[in-house]
């Protein structure tokens, strides 16, 4: 059995202190749960969700966890008397349920939307307990992406591009840029627009996903990277963003790095997102494009590979 997929308790903390997160899950739980209701919430981790149900009218509520905190969160159950709650330690794809259920939910979300690898489990769960016309969240990804100065996030490319001994580091480069990074952004360090780039149901992954944007960039400002978030539809009306403009959460946003340009009149961005998973759901990014001058001409071209940064652009 998969011993799933976060097992230490400062995560959990870390989440539980997620303020965003946490109204945004309640208001879940409140949306879709009816007095009466069999409920399942997949990865149920501390069981907080799970005890939520109950509280909001459930009749009887089955908190799955595959990895060993479900025993702690069957105590904490036990411990505040909490009644129609039963803790399961199990695979949510294998597990078997004594009823099916009338709502299925799970804070399924990872860093890129895909990080926690559990689209496609609770997929397969869906399909097996939830009842037709059965309620579920979250309903609804949508995935954004916007170009940024990232110099003040981390950046480590200033150190490659000094010699060394006299030596030329700058080779290096296109491996420190495959490097995908979870950051905080500064809004005021970002250009163009947002891009809204996919918009998908967990419920239904896809085997793939291409994405494409391109953008007309600021005279005078500096571009090195791409930001990425998304916003969530936890149920109807309850929707949540993980943008660097909105209240912040433990997701923060991703950093996908490109060549650094200075930007001139007429500059645009043009990018090529691809997603592709492996049988574990572990996602891999690959990034391409180029800045497009005002004149048409094609400079800088780039292709990233999370899973492969020694490759590089002229392969």
């Not at 749960?33 to 089955?62: C, E, M, N, W």
């Not at 069957?74 to 009644?83: H, I, L």
């Not at 294998?94 to 099916?100: K, N, W």
Request: charged share 25%; glycine share 8%.
């Amino acid at each position: 059995m998969s011993k799933g997929h976060y097992v230490h308790l400062d995560y959990h903390k870390w989440m539980l202190q997620d303020e965003a997160r946490m109204v945004a899950l309640k208001a879940m739980v409140q949306a879709l749960v009816r007095p009466g209701d069999v409920v399942a919430d997949l990865g149920t981790g501390t069981g907080i969700l799970a005890v939520l149900a109950s509280q909001a009218g459930a009749r009887r509520v089955f908190g799955i966890e595959a990895s060993p905190m479900a025993r702690l969160s069957r105590q904490m159950v036990e411990r505040n008397g909490v009644s129609g709650v039963e803790i399961l330690e199990d695979d949510i794809t294998t597990v078997e349920l004594p009823e099916p259920v009338d709502v299925v939910f799970s804070e399924c979300l990872g860093n890129l939307a895909f990080g926690d690898r559990m689209f496609r489990k609770v997929q397969v769960f869906a399909d097996r307990w939830l009842k037709p016309g059965g309620r579920r969240g979250p309903t609804e990804v949508r995935i954004f992406v916007q170009p940024t100065d990232c110099r003040l996030f981390g950046d480590p490319r200033p150190f490659w591009k000094r010699p060394y001994e006299g030596l030329d580091l700058t080779p290096f480069l296109p491996a420190v840029e495959s490097q995908v990074s979870v950051v905080d952004v500064v809004p005021s360090f970002l250009h163009a627009a947002p891009a809204q780039v996919a918009a998908f149901d967990p419920y239904d992954r896809a085997d793939r996903y291409t994405w494409n944007a391109s953008w007309d960039l600021p005279a005078g400002k500096l571009c090195n990277g791409i930001a990425f978030w998304f916003d969530v539809d936890w149920a109807p009306g309850v929707t949540m963003s993980t943008s660097p403009s909105a209240e912040g959460t433990h997701w923060a946003q991703a950093l996908l790095r490109v060549p650094e340009r200075t930007i001139a009149a007429g500059d645009r961005l043009e990018l090529q997102i691809d997603v592709d998973f492996d049988e574990e759901e572990t996602p891999c990014y690959r990034w391409s494009g180029c800045y497009r001058t005002a004149d048409g001409r094609a400079e800088q071209p780039f292709r990233r590979c999370q899973d492969d940064p020694y490759a590089h652009d002229d392969e």
